[in-house]
């Protein structure tokens, strides 16, 4: 049986996210809304799609976890030191005062907690990145363990799509629908009537909506995320994604977990209560090689 789902679109899609994600981005900048102006927010075309895919058709569900399904991961952040520098566990939290730039989800003075997760090898690796650090440069690396107490605080994964390929999602909707036809073409052969209820349609809702959203939040990965150019203005580029931050909030996210774009293997997650992940362990002081 040849395909019957034509997935050919996929750069048009692409084209799409982008060209939405850049008009949301310029109206930010222009003043038409605030990043913590949801209700305005969702009016713009980029965060009204999401918003129907993610929220009024549970695809959000695909992507949410809670805190303690990280338990097997490790968690960690970084800081470039001075030569003579001996950090204790306040050089890695966040502090209002020395929060003077946008981050990618948080403007200037708010202090959200940003660690790199992972492994051991890759959250060095992560840190060590995404701190821009430099061979020659003094390192400091520190340990963190989530409080439990914070263990079912829902968390956004956006990286639930990044061991599959378009080609694996397109496959697997492929066969839903070709079993779908198949069993109909059977009851037709049967009866001589087609059946009067085609197909499951909670069942087709759910397979259809879970090959929206990986499909979406991988091109919003490869589309949206992307290292920032020393010629970015930060607070123009991060607010769309400080949007997006507050956007989660009010549906009762504590944190989101997103591919870093300058470590190819490292994943991030930023918690919206610092007190949600504490420092454990020896800090870790040593050269970048």
């Keep these: 049986m040849g395909s019957i789902i034509d997935f050919s679109g996929i750069e048009n899609c692409e084209q799409a996210i982008r060209k939405t994600w850049d008009e949301f ?3 930010l900048a222009a003043g038409v809304f605030s990043y913590d102006e949801i209700e305005k927010a969702k009016k713009q075309k980029f965060l009204m799609v999401y918003d129907d895919l993610f929220y ?3 695809g959000i ?6 805190f303690k399904d990280l338990k097997d991961k490790l968690m960690g952040r970084g800081a470039i030191l001075k030569n003579d520098e001996i950090p204790n566990y306040d050089r890695f939290l966040p502090k209002e005062e020395y ?6 989800f948080s403007p200037p003075h708010v202090e959200w907690l940003y660690l790199a997760v992972g492994n051991d090898n890759d959250i060095h690796e992560c840190a060590q990145a995404e701190c821009r650090a430099k061979r020659g440069n003094m390192f400091g690396f520190c340990h963190f363990q989530r409080d439990t107490k914070y263990d079912m605080c829902k968390l956004v994964d956006l990286t639930i799509a990044d061991d599959i390929s378009y080609v694996e999602l397109n496959v697997t909707l492929e066969k839903y629908v070709q079993t779908q036809t198949k069993k109909r073409k059977k009851i037709i052969k049967a009866t001589g009537f087609p059946p009067k209820i085609n197909i499951d349609q909670k069942e087709l809702e759910k397979v259809f909506t879970q090959w929206a959203v990986y499909t979406y939040v991988k091109l919003l990965s490869t589309q949206i995320f992307k290292p920032l150019d020393s010629c970015d203005n930060k607070a123009i580029t991060y607010a769309p994604f400080q949007t997006i931050a507050q956007y989660y ?9 997103y591919d870093s774009t300058v470590c190819l293997k490292g994943k991030n997650i930023v918690l919206f ?13 040593y050269k970048i090689l």
């Design 99 to 104: 929060i003077k730039e946008d981050n990618r």
């Design 249 to 257: 909030i009010s549906l009762g996210y504590s944190g989101i977990i």
């Design 25 to 27: 981005r310029e109206c």
């Design 61 to 66: 569900d695909q992507s949410t976890i809670v």
């Design 273 to 285: 209560d610092k007190h949600m992940a504490c420092p454990i362990g020896t800090i870790e002081n």
């Design 56 to 58: 009024k058709h549970s």
